[in-house]
């Protein structure tokens, strides 16, 4: 099973700042099968991101994802008011699993 | 633009089978392409895959949970099910149902509900 570590477990940051958002897998996620999710409380998750870097219909281009292999990365441009939220990676290039989540907070 | 929506108790005794539906509209069950799942999660803690059937009854589960769990399609009113069997307090959440069309990941959610395992 590949295991899915996310990193910072909070990231606390102010309206308009950079919002880096690290996932790292237990070995090599195939073909890229990596995707990011956005969760608000009370709601179910939103898919942002698939194939480590291709955006989900109705996403704004602030949110973008990157890299390959064990080393992956979301980044929010500028942090807007309704981007605090949870946020978690899934691979998908062998069964499926989740990572434990990056709380981005209001500083 | 498929939508889903989960029911079934809110409370289930321990040892007994937890029971879900999720009753999809906005596309038919049976047409193909569509991998029908379930996901979980635990109260304030991350999301779980549990499983998924697809329209031809095939089936794919967590082999943690592959013991207890079967998930199946009635096509007659457009829902699948989950069945999770003896449950505990740790399988106390949030019970997601959820699709994808053709490959990963999933892009559409039903909104939760919660299932707690308590006597």
């Known amino acids: 099973e590949i295991v899915l570590t996310q990193s910072p477990g909070t990231l606390s940051l102010s309206p308009g700042e950079r919002a880096t958002l690290s996932c790292r897998a237990s070995?090599?996620?195939?073909?890229?099968?990596l995707a990011w999710y956005q969760q608000k409380p009370g709601q179910a998750p939103r898919l942002l991101i698939y194939?480590?870097?291709s955006r989900a219909t109705g996403i704004p281009d602030r949110f973008s994802g990157s890299g390959s292999g064990t080393d992956f990365t979301l980044t929010i441009s500028r942090l807007e008011p309704e981007d605090f939220a949870v946020y978690y990676c899934?691979?998908?290039?062998?069964?499926?699993?989740f990572g434990p989540g990056t709380k981005v907070d209001i500083k | 633009q498929v939508q889903l929506q989960e029911s079934g108790p809110g409370l289930v005794k321990p040892s007994q089978t937890l029971s879900l539906t999720c009753t999809v509209s906005?596309?038919?069950?049976?047409?193909?392409?569509?991998?029908w799942s379930w996901i979980r999660q635990h109260p304030g803690k991350g999301l779980e895959w549990i499983g998924y059937?697809?329209?031809?009854?095939?089936?794919y589960y967590n082999p943690s949970l592959k013991s207890r769990v079967t998930i199946s399609v009635d096509t007659s009113k457009n829902q699948f099910s989950l069945k999770l069997s003896s449950v505990t307090a740790a399988d106390t959440a949030v019970y997601y149902c959820?699709?994808?069309?053709?490959?990963?990941?999933?892009?559409?959610w039903g909104q939760g509900t919660l299932v707690t395992v308590s006597s």
């Open positions: 059937i697809y329209y031809s009854g095939s089936t």
């Open positions: 906005g596309g038919s069950i049976s047409s193909g392409g569509y991998y």
């Open positions: 959820a699709t994808y069309y053709d490959f990963p990941p999933v892009d559409y």
């Open positions: 194939g480590a870097s």
């Open positions: 070995q090599s996620v195939s073909s890229s099968y």
């Open positions: 899934q691979q998908y290039g062998s069964l499926f699993t």
